[in-house]
């Protein structure tokens, strides 16, 4: 089958690690433009890539069939509804929008355009995630009755020459860590009934927030999702505890560092964490390590091209995704108002599927 051309809407961090090098080792894909205002740095690694100078020029290359939109999170709104309106496809970097109205609008258009529009939930393909889903579904820890997962960063400083830390919207860790442990927590127990939050700014003079303590409310088991840009020492990154037994595991998914050293995907241990970070089951029966499941991101892009070519439904679809902004929605709310938000599901599940 024609091979998707796809642009990139930017060159920073997300686009030079999380997507131009899956995107150029994928046969199902050809990465023909990269947006770069000012420079040529996409060139020293994709020398046959064009480089366009703005988004407009993306969007209006005829034989773009995918916009990647992996610019700062305050432009998604905008610049999806623009790739969506000059008929392209969409892959949109997480958070999907800041609020649920403009989600439902950009779902609304790329329904009624016929176009895929689906967000970069790429934790999902996380070893550690995929271990702890195959764990739970086991069935080895009984009855869980308690899920913590946690991010911890220590940067006592603030980094002004990063649009994270300048105060904007929603901009914050909330939303940009938050949506991959809220999109992480739904896939494994649904949509909560209800929020309970703290969200607040623990470092001196920081803009933005760079702490949570997000409660998820469910029927028969607690879910607490954090992150603080203030842990210096390591914390479990998640622990689940169960009517049979207990999983703990240390560390985080080893892909980011590989690509920041430039490791190809490729490779044979892609995505392989060392033994010294597998996490520990302990049951009424043992207590052992268990390896960790091989991280695999490449698993998002292939979602994308067996949607586009074989009409099969992304489980990442904005549709599906939708409801991890109305859970940040109404986190921010219970931060605010210092009170439980009830949840509705607004899962939207279109079924066209034939691009």
């Known amino acids: 089958m024609k091979p998707i051309v796809t642009g990139l809407a930017s060159y920073g961090m997300s686009g030079s ?5 899956f995107l150029s080792i994928h046969p199902g894909f050809e990465l023909k433009y990269i947006v770069e205002r000012t420079k040529n740095l996409s060139k020293e690694r994709y020398p046959d890539v ?3 100078r703005s988004f407009d020029e993306l969007i209006a290359e005829p034989e773009v069939e995918l ?12 610049l999806t509804k623009k790739a969506l309106l000059a008929g392209k496809h969409v892959v949109v970097e997480k958070p999907l929008v800041f609020t649920v109205d403009e989600g439902k609008e950009l779902i609304a258009l790329a329904d009624e355009k016929s176009l895929m529009l689906c967000v970069y939930q790429n934790r999902r393909w996380d070893g550690d995630f995929l271990t702890i889903r195959k764990i739970i579904n086991s069935g080895v820890l009984g009855r ?4 913590s997962s946690s991010y911890q960063r220590y940067r006592n400083f603030i ?4 649009w994270k830390e300048i105060a904007d919207n929603r901009v914050g860790i909330t939303y940009n860590l938050g949506s991959h442990m809220v999109d992480q927590a739904v896939e494994l127990f649904g949509v909560p009934e209800a929020v309970f939050a703290v969200i607040d700014k623990v470092r001196a003079d920081t803009e933005v927030d760079d ?5 998820l409310l469910y029927p028969h088991v607690k879910v607490s999702l954090r992150a603080s840009f203030l842990v210096m020492e390591e914390t479990p990154r998640y622990y689940i505890h169960g009517t049979e037994g207990s999983f703990v595991k240390y560390g985080i998914d080893p892909q980011e560092e590989m690509l920041k050293a430039g490791v190809s995907p490729l490779i044979a241990d892609w ?4 033994e010294s970070q597998w996490g520990i089951l302990h049951t009424t029966h043992s207590r052992e390590k268990i390896e960790t499941e091989r991280g695999n991101y490449s698993g998002f892009y292939d979602e994308i091209y067996e949607t586009l070519r074989l009409g099969k439904t992304s489980s990442t679809a904005a549709s599906h995704v939708i409801t991890i902004t109305q859970i940040l929605e109404a986190a921010f709310r219970s931060a605010i108002e210092r009170r439980v938000e009830k949840v509705n599901s607004l899962l939207i599940r ?3 599927v034939n691009f």
């Open 50 to 52: 064009r480089i366009l």
């Open 271 to 274: 995505g392989k964490e060392e």
């Open 211 to 215: 702490y949570y303590h997000i409660h």
């Open 144 to 147: 869980v009755v308690e899920f």
């Open 17 to 21: 690690l999380f997507h131009a090098p």
């Open 67 to 78: 916009a990647v939109v992996n610019t700062p999170d305050v432009t998604h709104y905008e």
């Open 350 to 352: 279109y079924e066209k």
């Open 159 to 162: 980094n002004r020459s990063t």
